[in-house]
């Protein structure tokens, strides 16, 4: 049976690896959990599930297109966080639907249930 999984809010959390694929003009990010350590450097944590994103398609092209910081088809990794946060916001956005349209499932079986009692008890008036 699945839980709820209980987060460490006070955790850090860094880019752990990217992979820029050009021949799949994509760029696939990992994401990982730990502690930035009095250095500056990041210490992942020993066990944890790696967040991964895909950047693709329009994505692709916003990160390689040309800023006022950067040159056209070059990115660095800070430039990879907007679509870590984007992809995270996509993900919430998703859930909130599926559990919106449960609560609509569920309301109309409820009221499917309540009309289908109000028949039941009226047949059973006309009977008496």
């Keep these: 049976m699945s839980r709820k999984r209980e ?7 860094d880019i752990v690896a990217y992979e820029h694929h050009l021949p799949g ?11 930035i350590m009095p250095d500056g450097e990041f ?4 066990e944890q599930n790696y967040e991964n994103f895909i950047i693709q398609g329009v994505g ?3 990160l390689m297109a040309a800023t006022e910081t950067k040159p056209a088809g ?9 679509f870590v946060d984007l992809g995270r916001a ?15 499932k569920e309301a109309i079986a409820a009221a499917i249930a309540k009309t289908e009692l109000e ?3 009226a047949n059973q008036n006309v009977k008496s």
């Design 119 to 121: 028949l039941e008890e």
């Design 7 to 13: 987060v460490i809010l006070d955790q850090d959390e």
């Design 25 to 35: 003009l994509m760029v696939r990010v990992m994401v990982g959990f730990g502690t």
């Design 43 to 46: 210490k992942a944590a020993e």
């Design 74 to 82: 070059v990115f660095r990794k800070e430039d990879l966080w907007q």
């Design 90 to 104: 996509n993900v919430v956005a998703e859930r909130e639907k599926i559990m919106q349209e449960k609560i609509k």
């Design 60 to 62: 692709y092209d916003n």
